[in-house]
Every structure is written in C-alpha cells, then in structure tokens.
C-alpha cells in the first residue's frame, strides 16, 4: 500500500508538471534563457535573434525548442538556428508588443521533436521560387531571360526577382519593358564604373560593355522562421585584354521571415543583404551617378500617374522626391482585377550614404507616368571597391495588399534598424 500510494502521488505529480508546462521525460535538455526587451518602440511580430556562442546549440543530442514562459505555463515558440562563424538563434516575437516592457524565454534541446517548415524554397531548371505554404513569394532567375526576337542578344541576363507577388498574389514586377529592355524586375548592377583604367557600364546592356550573371548557390534554407538563398552573382567585363573578365564578386543573402501579419493585412516581410568584393588584384571605382547601385525596382506596367502612389520617410512624393534620401520608401499602386498592393522599401543605418539618395523616376515618365525606384548609395559620390574588402548593403521589404500608415511604415523600419535587445540571462 506505501508503494503504490507514492506511486500515484508520483503521478499525479508528473501530470501536474506536465500541465504547467515543465517535462519530467528526461529528454528535454535546458540551453538557457533569454530576455527581449522590446525598448522604446512597439513591437509587432518582429523577428529577433541572439548569439549562441558559448553555448551548447550542438543538435546532434536533440532539436532546438523555443518556449516563451507566461507566469508558471510556456507557449511554444517556432525557431531557428542560424549556424556559422557567430551562430544565432531566430525567432519572431509574435503578437503586440508594448514599448518598455520584457518577455522571458527558455531554450531547450529534446531529442523526439522535428520542426515543420514554413517558408520554403523550390528549384527549378530555370529559378527558385520561394514559398509560404503553398503561396508564392518571389521568383530569383538563375537561367538567362532572352528578350524578344526583334530586339538585341545582348539584353539577355540572368540574377534577378520576377515575379515578385503580393500576399494576394497580384505581380509587382516587370521586365523587358518597351523603353528600358534592359530594366528586370529586382536587381542592382552598376553603370558607370571604372576598372582596369576603363569604363564598364553593367547597367545599359545595349552597350555591350559588361552584364550581370548568375554564378552559383552558396546555399538555400527552408525553415519555420525564415528561409531563403544566398547566391552568387559576377559582374562580367567585356572589354578587358585577353577577353572577358569578371570584374566585381557579389553574394545575394535573401531571406523570408515567416511574418505575414500587420495592421493592413497579410504581408510578406523579406531582406536582401547584398555584399561585394572585388573579384581580382584591381580595385574598382563605382561612379557617382543617378542609377544605379543599391537595389532598383521596375514596377508593374498596371501603375501609372493617376493610379500609383509613392511617399518617402522624409514626406515627398512622386513629383519631389528624385534625388532626395530617406530611410524608407513607400510604393504601391491599383491592379485592375485585385485591389491595391505596395512595397514599402527600407534602407538600413549601416549602409553607405545613408539615409540614401533614391532615384523615382517623376510623373509623366516614358508619356504615361510607368514607376521606378531605386536606393542608390553612389548618386551622389564615389565608391571605390578594393581587393580584399567586403562591402555590405542591407535591405528588407515590406509587399503588402492594400495601403499602410506612416505611423506603420515607421515601425517597421524600426524593427529593421532597431531590433529588440535580446539578453542571456545567467
């Protein structure tokens, strides 16, 4: 009767445990714990991170649990290591959160549980399409899009985003437009750049002088917080001696945060984070110049002047804001058969120039106001590239259906250029 009667009070005890959220299992293994301290802004599902060095995050022994601790229960949050020369930890502080206050968090490996992915990446002979169950996000090109028949062979490129779609799936893209053939949708090359004592334009492939290519995949994640592809890209020169040479190295860092919630509706939340270096013994001078650069968007041909909308952090629009700079832009428009989409584009603190100078091309454009807009961190100086560097500029988006507020726009950013303080407690 003694054994049994402590065996059913052991019971009891495990299904209490187990109730508040604790496991008596012995197959959970405590990381650490974790403190964000979401600062002087409100939060809304923001994507967060801490560094793992110096910690256990080995997964051989067990899969890595989030769980947010809520008094004496945990609610189970989706994360995900990013492994590397500094690991971390990601995940999305999810729901509200208000300016100056803490959420506590408790890091666990268990060796039974498997993560299911949200955000996936497919391939295909000619790209790879990123996803969020089942709904596209973007499209990166890898094979090289032929323009028509009747126009120049040398408008082909590859490395860029189209289709990119909103949460509704309307298209926000456009390449081969009529009267820029060379514009393909997302991408960033250089046009007036100076290499080996002459100047390479990678930008108007009609001179004929350089192009942009696809060069290979460094690597491409699924994952339930984030997924996404680092690629690399070369910037090809055609008019060196002995023949073509590869001027410029560059590494495409995509990543799709597993965030679709906002005030204004679905949206999806991405970065690009571009880093160059030179990819021989010269240097390479990219010249200040109006186009060209950080990341330049060809929008759909559905926009024009009396349907589209454009508005800078700084508060210009379409008809004042060319040469201006800001921290953020945003871009949106009507489709005929779906609402209202827009981007909302956001420079980092870290890049160069910033807030950067932008490039929007004003009403009335090409006689029926098409848009265009680009961050451009040379419009107004120089960058010179020297061999042995690594020169980063960082992105994120905002494609949403709809419209947003400033005061949306401004948090946002602030996510971005802000994140919360995340602190490992003791």
């Given at each position: 009767m003694?054994?049994?009667?402590?065996?059913?009070?052991?019971?009891?005890?495990?299904?209490?445990?187990?109730m508040?959220?604790l496991?008596?299992?012995?197959?959970?293994?405590?990381?650490?714990?974790?403190?964000?301290e979401?600062?002087?802004?409100k939060r809304?599902?923001t994507?967060?991170?801490?560094?793992?060095t110096g910690?256990?995050y080995?997964?051989?022994?067990g899969?890595?649990?989030?769980?947010?601790?809520?008094?004496k229960?945990?609610q189970?949050v989706?994360?995900?290591l990013?492994?590397?020369n500094?690991?971390?930890?990601?995940?999305?502080?999810?729901?509200?959160?208000?300016?100056?206050?803490?959420?506590?968090?408790i890091?666990?490996?268990?060796?039974?549980f498997?993560?299911?992915?949200?955000?996936?990446?497919?391939?295909?002979?000619?790209?790879?399409?990123?996803?969020?169950?089942?709904?596209?996000?973007?499209?990166y090109?890898t094979?090289?899009?032929?323009?028509?028949?009747?126009?120049?062979?040398?408008?082909?490129?590859?490395?860029?985003?189209?289709?990119l779609?909103?949460?509704s799936?309307?298209?926000?893209?456009?390449?081969?437009?009529p009267d820029?053939?060379?514009?393909y949708?997302?991408w960033?090359?250089?046009?007036?750049?100076?290499?080996?004592?002459h100047?390479?334009d990678?930008?108007?492939l009609y001179?004929g002088?350089?192009?942009v290519?696809?060069a290979?995949f460094?690597?491409i994640?699924?994952g339930p917080?984030?997924g996404?592809?680092?690629?690399?890209?070369?910037h090809?020169?055609?008019?060196?001696?002995?023949?073509?040479?590869?001027?410029l190295?560059?590494?495409?860092?995509?990543?799709?945060?597993?965030v679709?919630?906002?005030?204004?509706?679905?949206?999806?939340?991405?970065?690009?984070?571009t880093?160059?270096?030179?990819?021989?013994?010269?240097?390479i001078?990219?010249?200040?110049?109006?186009?060209?650069g950080?990341?330049?968007?060809?929008?759909?041909?559905?926009?024009?002047?009396?349907?589209?909308?454009?508005?800078t952090?700084?508060?210009?629009?379409?008809k004042?804001?060319?040469?201006?700079?800001?921290?953020?832009?945003?871009?949106g428009g009507?489709?005929k058969?779906?609402?209202?989409?827009?981007?909302l584009?956001?420079s980092h603190?870290?890049?160069?120039?910033?807030?950067?100078?932008?490039?929007?091309?004003?009403?009335?454009?090409?006689?029926h106001g098409?848009?265009?807009?680009?961050?451009c961190?040379i419009?107004?100086?120089?960058?010179?590239?020297?061999?042995?560097?690594?020169?980063?500029l960082?992105y994120r988006?905002?494609?949403?259906?709809?419209?947003?507020?400033?005061?949306?726009?401004?948090?946002?950013?602030?996510d971005?250029a802000?994140?919360?303080l995340v602190?490992?407690?003791k």
């Amino acid at each position: 009767m003694y054994k049994f009667s402590n065996l059913k009070c052991l019971g009891f005890l495990s299904i209490i445990l187990i109730m508040i959220g604790l496991n008596v299992s012995g197959q959970e293994i405590v990381v650490s714990r974790f403190t964000v301290e979401s600062g002087s802004a409100k939060r809304l599902d923001t994507p967060v991170s801490v560094s793992l060095t110096g910690l256990d995050y080995n997964t051989d022994k067990g899969a890595l649990r989030l769980y947010e601790l809520k008094g004496k229960t945990r609610q189970e949050v989706p994360c995900q290591l990013e492994n590397g020369n500094s690991p971390r930890l990601w995940w999305v502080m999810e729901g509200e959160t208000p300016a100056n206050i803490s959420r506590k968090y408790i890091l666990i490996k268990d060796s039974t549980f498997v993560a299911k992915n949200r955000i996936t990446a497919k391939i295909t002979p000619k790209a790879l399409i990123m996803s969020m169950e089942g709904k596209n996000i973007l499209q990166y090109n890898t094979a090289e899009n032929y323009p028509p028949d009747t126009v120049s062979i040398l408008y082909k490129r590859s490395g860029f985003i189209h289709p990119l779609w909103s949460p509704s799936g309307n298209i926000m893209t456009r390449i081969n437009a009529p009267d820029h053939m060379h514009h393909y949708g997302i991408w960033n090359p250089w046009t007036k750049t100076l290499f080996e004592g002459h100047q390479t334009d990678f930008w108007n492939l009609y001179e004929g002088q350089g192009t942009v290519k696809f060069a290979g995949f460094n690597s491409i994640i699924s994952g339930p917080v984030y997924g996404g592809f680092r690629v690399r890209q070369e910037h090809v020169d055609f008019q060196c001696k002995g023949g073509d040479k590869v001027a410029l190295n560059e590494e495409w860092d995509v990543r799709i945060w597993n965030v679709v919630n906002s005030p204004s509706g679905k949206v999806w939340l991405w970065d690009l984070t571009t880093t160059l270096n030179c990819a021989s013994t010269s240097p390479i001078l990219l010249e200040a110049y109006r186009y060209g650069g950080g990341i330049g968007f060809r929008a759909t041909d559905e926009w024009n002047d009396n349907n589209s909308w454009t508005m800078t952090s700084e508060g210009k629009d379409r008809k004042t804001a060319d040469g201006s700079r800001a921290r953020w832009c945003d871009v949106g428009g009507e489709f005929k058969e779906n609402g209202t989409s827009g981007i909302l584009f956001m420079s980092h603190p870290s890049n160069r120039e910033f807030p950067e100078p932008m490039r929007i091309w004003p009403p009335k454009m090409n006689g029926h106001g098409d848009v265009y807009f680009e961050f451009c961190p040379i419009r107004d100086k120089d960058w010179k590239l020297q061999p042995g560097n690594d020169y980063v500029l960082r992105y994120r988006m905002l494609v949403y259906d709809g419209k947003i507020d400033k005061q949306d726009a401004e948090r946002v950013w602030n996510d971005f250029a802000y994140p919360p303080l995340v602190r490992i407690e003791k």
